[in-house]
C-alpha cells in the first residue's frame, strides 16, 4: 500500500474514533445543563443527585475526546503538510478561533465542573457547566466551518503555482459562511444531542428495568426524551436541507449518494440497495424519482449523475458512499419513531410500564452513534477524490517527507492504541453505571477510610 | 506592509507563536514535572495527593498547546507543515504519550487494585517524562535546523533526529520540568510529603543546572551559528544573564520558604529560555543546513497580511479571557490539596 491509502486509513481511524467522544459530551452537556438548571429552579436534590452522576460519565468521554483530539490536529502537518500549506491561510483562523474561543472555554471551567461540586457555590457550579456545553458548541463550530469549506470552499483566491499554491482568504465572513456550514453545523449539533440524549435514556432505561433508582431515572429518561423528540425531528429538516445544498455545490457525491449516473434521467430514492459501478446500475428497493421530487418537487426532473463526471472526479467508492448514505437515514428514521413512541407512552403515562420499550431504548445508544458515524463516512467519501472540493486532489495534499513504512509504524501504532482505549473506555462506563447515581456516598465513606489508613502507614 | 507599534504582523505573530509555547511550557511543564516525579513517591496516598495537586488543571494546561499548535498553523503554515512531516516519528510518539498520559491520570483512580494503580503510576510518569524530552528533542533539532531541500523535501535518515545534540536538549527539558514541577508541588502538599517533595526539589535543581550547563557550553562551542545574533548586537546578552539570575535566584527563595516566588522564578526562567530560542532563530524559524534558501523565515512562511489581521484581532479579543477563567480556575483551586469525593 502507499502513502496515500495508509495515511487516509490512519486519517479516517484516528478521526472516526475521535468522533465518538465529542458528539456524546455535546449531548451530555446539554442535558447536564437542563438537570443543573431545574436544580437551580426547583431545589429538588434528584436534579443534583442526577447531574452528579452524570457529570462522572461526561468527564470520562471528555477526557477521551481531548486526548484523541490533540492527534488531530497534529496530524493534518504530520500526514498532510502540503494540504496545510495550501488551506493554512484559510483553515488556520477558524482553528485558531477554536482554540482560543472554544477549547479554553470548556477546559478552563471543565475543573470546576468535575471538582469543584464542593468548592463553588450551585450557581457558580451551573455557569461552569454552561461555560463547557458552550465551549464544547463553539468547537464544532469552527472545525465544522473548517471542514465545510473543504466541501463549498468560498471567500478565497488562489496564489502562487505547484508547490507553491495556496489559498489565501479574502473574506472571513464568506469562508465561515460557506454555502454549507449552516446546514452542516446544524445537522452535526443535532446529531451530538441524539448521541446524548440516547445514551441518558439507555442508562436510565437499564436501571428502571432492574428496579433501581425509579424515581430519579423517571425524571432523568423524561428530560432525555423531550431533547430526543425534539431532536430526531429537527435532524429530519437539516437533513434536508443539507441535502439540497449537496445537489447544487457538490453534484457529484449527491450522485454518488443515490447511486445515479445518467444526467438526464430522473433519480431515484432507494430504501436499501447495491451500487453496481461498472454497469451503473442500482439493484434494490426504492421510490422511482423520489430524490427529483425531493429536490425540485417533480417526479420526472432530471438531476445531474455521475455521468456528468469524467471517471477521476467521481468519488472512488460509490458504493459504499451510497451504502454509508442509506444507514445513516435509516436510523434517522428509527431514531423518530423511537422517540414518538416514546412520547406517546409518555403523555399516556404508562411509557415506564413498557418494558419492551425501556429494553429497545436500553440497546438504541448504538443507533446515533452508527448514524453519526456513517453521515460523517458518506460526506468524506463523497468529497473524494477531492481534499478541497475542486481544488486540491487528496493524491496531491500528502507530505513530501514521510514514507509509507513510517505510516505503517503510525497505523499500527494508533490501532492498537485506540482499541485498548476503547476496551478501557467501555469498561469504565459500564462500571460507572453499575455504581450508579448514589456512588459518590459510598466513595466518599471508601476515600476516608484509605486516608485514615494512610495516615497510620 | 502594515504594521502595529512598529512591528510588522508576521514578527508580531511570531511573538504570539512564541508566547503561546512560553504559556504551554510553563503550565503543562509543572504537571509534566510532577508527573516525571511521580514514581519517586512511594505511598499511594502520596501519589493520590500528588496527582490531585495537578488535578483540577493539567487538561486546561494542555490546551495552550492546541492553541500554540493552532497559531503556528494558521501563522505560519510552511512551518507547522515542515516541521511536523519531517519530525514525523517524534510527533506520533508525542501525541500517542500524550493519550497514555491523560488515560493514566484519568483511570488510575477508579479501581482500587495495587496492578491497576502501579501500571498506571508507570504509564503517567513514563508519558510525562517522554513528552518532555520529545519536546526537548524537537527544540533541539530546531535549533540544530535541517537537512530541507527544494520542494519541503528532507534529507537523510529517518532517525537522524535522535542526534546527541537534540537528546541533551530533551533532557535539559526533563530536568527543568522536573524542577518547576517539584516547586508547584511544595506549594501544594505539607507534612511528610511536603518533606519528600522538599528533598526531590533539591536533586532535580542540581540535575537540570548540571545538564543545562553542559548544553549551554556544548552549544557555544559546537553550534557557532546560535549566537550570530548575540555577536551582532551585544544589547540581547540582557536576556543570557537575565535567565542566568533567574535560576540563581531559585535556590535562593527555596532555602528561603519563599516557594511562590521560587514558581514565579522557574516560571521567569522557562519564558526566557524559550526567549533566547526565539532570539537566536530569528526571523528563521527552519533552518536548512543545505542552504538557506531553503530556510523558512518568518516573512516567507507568513499566511497573508489579511489572515494575520483576523488572526491578531481574535488573539486580542480572546486572550484576556482565556487569562480570566485561567486565573479563576487556579483561584478556585488554590491552597493545599484537598482529597474529596471528587479527587482522582
Known sequence: ?457 | MATILGLDYPTLWFLVVGGLFSGYAILDGFDLGAGALHLFLRKEQSRRLALNAVGPVWDGNEVWLVIGGGALFAGFPPVYATLLSAMYIPFILFLVLIIFRAISIEFRSKEPMRWWRQTWDISYSVSSVGIALLLGVVLGNVLLGFPLESGYRVRGHWLQFLNPYALMVGLSTVALFAMHGAIYLTMKTEGRLFVKIHLLLKRATIFFVVSFGITTLYTLLYIPHLSDQFKQAPVLFVLPLAAFLSIANIPRLVSRKQYGWAFFFSSLTVALLLGLVAVELYPVMLLSTISPEYSLDVYRAAASEKSLGIMLLIAAIGAPLVLAYTAFVFWTFKGKVKLDDTSY
Open chain 1, 1 to 457: 500500500m502507499d502513502v496515500e491509502i495508509l495515511s487516509r486509513i490512519q486519517f479516517a481511524l484516528t478521526v472516526a474514533f475521535h468522533y465518538i467522544y465529542p458528539p456524546l459530551s455535546i449531548g451530555l452537556g446539554l442535558i447536564m445543563v437542563v438537570m443543573e438548571g431545574r436544580y437551580l429552579w426547583t431545589k429538588e436534590v434528584v436534579y443534583h443527585e442526577m447531574a452528579r452522576f452524570w457529570t462522572r460519565i461526561f468527564a470520562l468521554t471528555f477526557g477521551i475526546g481531548v486526548a484523541t483530539g490533540i492527534v488531530m490536529e497534529f496530524e493534518f502537518g504530520t500526514n498532510w503538510a502540503t494540504y496545510s500549506r495550501y488551506v493554512g491561510d484559510v483553515f488556520g483562523s477558524a482553528l485558531a478561533a477554536e482554540g482560543i474561543f472554544a477549547f479554553a472555554l470548556e477546559s478552563g471551567f471543565l475543573g470546576i465542573l468535575i471538582f469543584g461540586w464542593n468548592r463553588v457555590s450551585p450557581r457558580i457550579h451551573f455557569i461552569a457547566t454552561l461555560g463547557v456545553w458552550l465551549g464544547s458548541m463553539f468547537s464544532a463550530v469552527w472545525i465544522v466551518v473548517a471542514n465545510s469549506w473543504q466541501q463549498t470552499p468560498a471567500g478565497f483566491h488562489v496564489v502562487g503555482e505547484g508547490m507553491e499554491a495556496r489559498a489565501e482568504i479574502t473574506d472571513f465572513w464568506a469562508m465561515v459562511f460557506n454555502p454549507s456550514s449552516v446546514d452542516r453545523l446544524t445537522h452535526v449539533w443535532i446529531g451530538a444531542f441524539l448521541a446524548g440524549a440516547f445514551l441518558v435514556m439507555s442508562v436510565h432505561a437499564w436501571y428502571l428495568l432492574k428496579n433501581r433508582y425509579v424515581a430519579l431515572s423517571k425524571r432523568a429518561f423524561g428530560i432525555a426524551l423531550w431533547v430526543a423528540v425534539v431532536a430526531s425531528l429537527a435532524q429530519l429538516l437539516t437533513g434536508h436541507h443539507s441535502a439540497e445544498g449537496v445537489a447544487v455545490n457538490q453534484p457529484a457525491k449527491l450522485a454518488a449518494m443515490e447511486g445515479h449516473f445518467d444526467s438526464l434521467a430522473a433519480a431515484d430514492m432507494y430504501l436499501m440497495g447495491w451500487v453496481n459501478t461498472e454497469t451503473e446500475t442500482v439493484t434494490g428497493i426504492g421510490i422511482p424519482g423520489g430524490l427529483s421530487f425531493l429536490l425540485y418537487q417533480d417526479f420526472e426532473a432530471p438531476v445531474t449523475g455521475l455521468g456528468a463526471f469524467p471517471k477521476e472526479d467521481r468519488p472512488g467508492a460509490v458504493n459504499a458512499v451510497f451504502q454509508f448514505y442509506h444507514i445513516m437515514v435509516a436510523i434517522g428514521m428509527m431514531l423518530i419513531g423511537l422517540s414518538l413512541l416514546g412520547l406517546y407512552f409518555w403523555f399516556r403515562g404508562r411509557l415506564f410500564d413498557q418494558r419492551w420499550l425501556l429494553r429497545i431504548f436500553v440497546l438504541a445508544v448504538i443507533l446515533p452513534q452508527v448514524a453519526n458515524q456513517a453521515g460523517w463516512f458518506s460526506a468524506e467519501m463523497g468529497r473524494q477524490p477531492w481534499v478541497v472540493y475542486g481544488l486540491l486532489r487528496t493524491s496531491d495534499a500528502l507530505s513530501e517527507a514521510v514514507t509509507a513504512n513510517q505510516v505503517w509504524f503510525s497505523l499500527i501504532l494508533f490501532s492498537v492504541v485506540y482499541a485498548l482505549l476503547l476496551a478501557l473506555f467501555l469498561y469504565l462506563l459500564n462500571k460507572k453505571i453499575q455504581a450508579g447515581p448514589h456512588h459518590h456516598e459510598e466513595g466518599d465513606h471508601q476515600s476516608r477510610q484509605e486516608e485514615r489508613i494512610g495516615a497510620i502507614s
